[in-house]
Structure formats: C-alpha cells, structure tokens
C-alpha cells in the first residue's frame, strides 16, 4: 500500500519456503510447548497459512495477514480452524472503495465482506484494522467506513483505529505538505498539510463524536478492555470466534 512505513523504508525482505518455517516451528514446538503461537510477521502469506492448515502446528495460533480471496471460501476458512487458527489480524483500513483504490490497498470490498461471513462461520476471531485521515479521505469516505463496519458490526470481534501519519521518506512525503510533529522530532513519521482539510483535529472528532458512538460499533469498542490490544485477543474469544470466555488460560 502506498501509505505502509514497511514500503517507505524499502527494507531487503527474505521470504523463507513454507516447508521451512513449518520445520523451525514444529522444533520450536516440541522445545517449547507452548499452548499459544503467536506469529508476528506484518502478514502471514497465504502460501503460509496453506502450509499451516495442512500441516497443524498443534497449539492454537494467530497472526496478521492481508483479505485475499482464500479467506472468502468458507471450506478454507474450516480448515484453518481445524489447524487451529484462533484469529485474524486484517487491516481493512477503509470502507470507501475509492480510498482502497487510491491507496493502492488491492482489495474489493465485496470480497472483504465474503471473507468476514466465512471467518465467523469457522469460529476464526476478526481484529479488523481501520485507517483514518488519509490523503484520500474525507468525511464522505469516513462514513462509508463507519457504514461498512456497521454493516459486518455482527463478524467483527474487536477493531484497531488509527489516525494516519505520514511515513518519512515515502512517495507520499513529496506530494504533501509534510511538516515535523514537533521540534527536533525523531519520528520515522511526520504531520502533513490534508489535501481536504480533513486534519488530524476534525478525524479525531469523528471517531470520538459519531464512529464510536454508532449503536453497532459501539458495542465492539466496549467489549474490548482498557489497556488490552491485539495481542491480548484470542484469551477474549470464546471457541466460536467472538469475544466470550477466556479458552486459553486455564487458571
């Protein structure tokens, strides 16, 4: 995506054959004897996550990935249950089809909203990731957001918001008017100029005022405790994949 830090710094990236990763893991595995695995890359292949549902691992598992079509087929979506996927981390970012377009985000929506039927059917948790005050958003396009995620309120069991920030170095820095969030910043991020005016202020106020406040968002928003975030997840999930009982702490 145009807007990823990981795509501003260009760093060398080295993608080792699943047959590997699923070798290290299992030694790992028997080392270890984990009752949860937490796979940190910023997104899990889908050659990965084949790999990982025909060879279970064991342990339960969850991690970041992208919306790709694998995950729109419900039968798919059963064997990564079976191989013990307990959740998801996706990053929708926006509900507006013109963002995700000019974005470069490579997904449609209507495969978005197949893949987030099919993860509720398999019990398989959503950490949907949504994305405020980009170039190409304004209210309009906040709004299809909030409606998107009021539509699909019923397969979502708890939502990261984040406000954008510029990422130092990316294509996007020479178009905007990029300025420093503070005086000798360090921040791999700076604050820009929004080509509409919808500024860091007026975002925040919506998701405060009217995101967060929507009677289907609501709800999501609350369940998820203070302090707790994505890695906290799957000990809220109950075995159909929505937040209930805590399945993996056994005291």
């Keep these: ?38 796979f940190l890359d910023s997104e899990m292949s889908p050659v990965l996550l084949r790999a990982l549902a025909d060879a279970p691992p064991g342990p339960a598992w969850y991690g970041f990935t992208r919306f790709h079509r694998d995950l729109a087929d419900p039968e798919y ?22 963002v995700l377009e000019k974005s470069g985000k490579g997904i449609e929506l209507s495969m978005v909203s197949a893949a987030l039927r099919a993860l509720k059917a398999a019990g398989i948790g959503v950490y949907l990731y949504l994305l405020f005050g980009t170039p190409w958003e304004g209210y309009g396009e906040a709004m299809e957001t909030l409606e ?20 130092r170095g990316s294509e996007l820095a020479g178009e905007l008017a ?42 999501i928003v609350r369940r998820q405790p203070p ?20 399945p993996i702490n056994k005291t």
């Excluded at 999930?237 to 805590?246: D, E």
Aim: hydrophobic residues 40%; proline residues 10%; glycine residues 10%.
């Design 1 to 38: 995506c145009r807007f990823c830090p990981e795509h501003a710094e260009k760093p060398p990236c080295r993608t080792p054959a699943p047959g590997a990763v699923i070798g290290q893991l299992s030694a790992l595995i028997r080392e270890t004897g984990p009752v949860l695995i937490h």
């Design 77 to 98: 979506c059963r064997r990564l249950k079976t191989a013990g996927c307990i959740m998801l981390k996706l990053g929708l970012e926006s509900g507006s089809r013109a």
């Design 148 to 167: 998107f995620t009021a539509a699909h309120a019923d397969t979502v069991g708890f939502l990261n918001l984040a406000v954008f920030n510029l990422p």
């Design 178 to 219: 990029a300025r420093p969030f503070g005086e000798g910043d360090l921040s791999l991020y700076s604050d820009f100029g929004h080509p509409s005016g919808w500024n860091r202020t007026e975002v925040r106020n919506f998701l405060d005022r009217e995101f967060r406040r929507h009677p289907a968002i609501a709800p």
């Design 227 to 246: 302090f707790f975030g994505s890695s906290h997840g799957p000990f809220l999930l109950s075995p159909s994949g929505m937040p209930g009982i805590f």
